[in-house]
Every structure is written in C-alpha cells, then in structure tokens.
C-alpha cells in the first residue's frame, strides 16, 4: 500500500548499495536511475538522512554485509516502511533467498533476481512511469515480460473461490509460459494434486467455505512427497497473526489480495528457483 500512493510528488532520491562493482547489466539498468552508490556500512547513516530516499541493495559477491544492513533496517521503526528492492544473482545458495523472503516479511522489501526485475521494481519504488524510461529499457521490460524463463513450463495449481481471481491470474501466468491447474475449494484442490503430482507450486487462498486455507495447507503437507512443495498463501486480510497462522500450518510464504501481480512473480520465482 506504500508503494501505491504515487501521486503527483516528485519521485524519491535512489540510494544503491553495493560493496562491490556491479555486473554490466546491473550497472546499465541503475544508471537509468542516476543513483547514489553506497557502501553497506555508511547505508543506514544515508538513509536517515535523506528522508526521501529509497534503496537497491546489491547482495553481491559477499551478502553478509548487505544482509545485515537489511535486519538493521528491519528492526528500526523509522527504517522498516522505507522502500527496499535487494537483488539476488544466481550465485546466491537457498539460505541467501529465504533470508531476503523473510526480511520482506518485516519490511517493505522486494526481491530482485534479474536486472528486468530490477529495472521494474526500481522505476516502481520511484513511482516513474515506465513512459520516462528510455526506449531500449521499455523494450527490454516487454520482452521479459513476455518470456520468463524461470517461469515458463512450471505447472501452477491456484486453489481459491474467487473465479475471477483464478481468471486474472490464469492469463497472466499463461502469457509467460506457466501452466496453471486450478480448484474452487481446498478438497478439490487435494483432489488435484493427485491427479497432478508434477504440480511444482500452489497458490492458496486462506478465505474459502469448508476448507480453509489453514486446513488445506496441514493436509497438502500429508500428502506424499509434498513436504518440501512451495505453498504461497493469498488473503484478503492483513490481519495480525495471519503470516504466523499460515507458515504454521505448513505455507512456505504469504502475500495479500488484491494480488500485486509483479511481488507474486517474484515471490514465485524465489520459491521455484530450488
């Protein structure tokens, strides 16, 4: 919801943090920006200061610096609604992606794994119209919006009672390659997976009649070989405790409806990439 008053004020000061040079294709997409480069370690002093001020953390080479900066912020009630995009490269274990998921979980953090990723999130977080970025940049956010390789040909079951939900989400994931199976209620949905076995992620809304998104959750869990399934829960309400109800009944993640369709691809790919 931060993110979304956009409005008519002039577009926050950028703040990349980078202990190391970036690659080439980072480094094109931030000079789009016209940044200020920062060291993790002089970060924090930064961005009190300029009250405006949203950052890019680069993880880098070495993440623990960068990491650390993010738990600091995270803790910091004047620091944790401040923007955040951290980008991921492919050289990251598991450890350093879900580290970065559960920061978003105490922050307003998005998670970058592409400079196409990064360049959408970073003209997001600066409120600017994709109309301001240069023409080669729009043209490279076209074609990776069309074609996300870590997406294409995964199968994707979506359990939720709001079929224009399932509809809105079904096209989006179709045009970028994914598959997409779907139930109306959580016993369906278990009917599904059987029927489905090569189903690789579930979208779960906690809402529905009957079955619940909790219930649904404990019993995909006892199905064989679905421990390890990446489960992202969907609600429609930011209620207090319902992240900790749903990671304990067995989801992997949490997102809010209306479903802000960028967050949820990224949270995808995070939880695919394994």
């Known amino acids: 919801a931060a993110l979304a008053a956009a409005g008519a004020a002039a577009s926050p000061t950028l703040g990349v943090v980078s202990d190391l040079a970036p690659a080439d294709a980072l ?48 803790e910091d009630p004047g620091l944790s609604e401040r923007p955040v995009v951290v980008q991921l490269e492919a050289h990251h274990d598991r450890s350093v992606r879900e580290q970065a998921v559960r920061l ?41 919006r069309m074609q996300d390789s870590a997406l294409e040909g995964k199968l994707v079951l979506i359990i939720d009672d709001d079929i224009r939900n399932v509809f809105a989400l079904t096209s989006a994931f179709e045009q970028r390659g994914l598959r ?10 278990i009917a599904r997976l059987r029927e489905h076995p090569d189903v690789e992620l579930v979208l779960l809304d906690v809402m529905m009649p009957e079955m619940d998104g909790y219930e649904a959750a404990r019993a ?40 802000d ?6 949270l995808m790919r995070v939880w695919l990439h394994r």
């Not at 139930?183 to 369906?188: N, P, S, T």
């Open 27 to 74: 480094q094109d997409v931030l000079d789009a920006f016209r940044p200020h480069v920062l060291a993790s370690a002089e970060a924090e002093d930064w961005l009190r200061t300029a009250v405006d001020a949203v950052a890019v953390v680069l993880l880098g080479e070495d993440p623990e610096g960068p990491l650390a900066l993010l738990r600091r912020l995270a």
């Open 104 to 144: 978003a979980e105490r922050m307003v953090l998005m998670v970058s794994e592409t400079p196409e990723e990064l360049l959408e999130l970073t003209a997001r977080v600066l409120h600017l119209p994709e109309s301001t970025l240069e023409e080669r940049h729009r043209e490279q956010l076209r074609r990776h």
């Open 180 to 189: 997409v199976v779907y139930a109306e209620d959580g016993r369906e949905g």
């Open 220 to 259: 995909i869990r006892e199905l064989p070989g679905a421990a390890g399934l990446p489960i992202i829960s969907l609600t429609a309400k930011a209620l207090p405790g319902d992240r900790e109800k749903s990671l304990a009944a067995g989801a992997s993640d949490y997102i809010t409806k209306p479903v």
């Open 261 to 266: 369709l960028p967050e949820l691809l990224t």
